[in-house]
C-alpha cells in the first residue's frame, strides 16, 4: 500500500502560478509511473499530466506549455508547476501512482486550486 499526501494548492489570480507537490511513502518510487489529475465540480476527474519511472511526459492539450510535471526520485515527490493559471484550471487535483509489472492504481486525498480575482 502507497500513501501520496499532496500539497501546494490554494487561491491564485488568473495568470498566477502555483507548484503542487506529491509525496510517496514507499522505498521503490523510481519503479512508478505517477500522474496528476483533477476534477471540477460536476465534471468527471481528468488527466492532466504524468509522468514515467523513466521520466517520459505526457499532459493533457489543455495544459500544454503551461504545466509542467516533473519528479524527484530522491525525495520520493512529484511535481506540477501550473503557470499561467486560468479560472477554468480550478479543480481539486490529485496526484496518482501506478506500479510497474505489477497491478495498483493509488490516490491522495487531493488538493484545492481555485483561480480566481
Known amino acids: 500500500q502507497v500513501q501520496l499526501v499532496e500539497s501546494g494548492g490554494g487561491l491564485v489570480q488568473p495568470g498566477g502560478s502555483l507548484r503542487l507537490s506529491c509525496v510517496a511513502s514507499t522505498y521503490i518510487f523510481e519503479f512508478y509511473n505517477m500522474g496528476w489529475y483533477r476534477q471540477a465540480p460536476g465534471n468527471q476527474r481528468e488527466l492532466v499530466a504524468t509522468i514515467t519511472s523513466g521520466g517520459s511526459t505526457n499532459s493533457a492539450d489543455s495544459v500544454k506549455g503551461r504545466f509542467t510535471i516533473s519528479r524527484d526520485n530522491a525525495k520520493n515527490t512529484v511535481y506540477l508547476q501550473m503557470n499561467s493559471l486560468k479560472p477554468e484550471d480550478t479543480a481539486v487535483y490529485y496526484c496518482?501512482?501506478?506500479?510497474?509489472?505489477?497491478?495498483?492504481?493509488?490516490w491522495g486525498q487531493g488538493t484545492q486550486v481555485t483561480v480566481s480575482s
Open positions: 496518482n501512482a501506478r506500479p510497474l509489472r505489477v497491478p495498483g492504481d493509488y
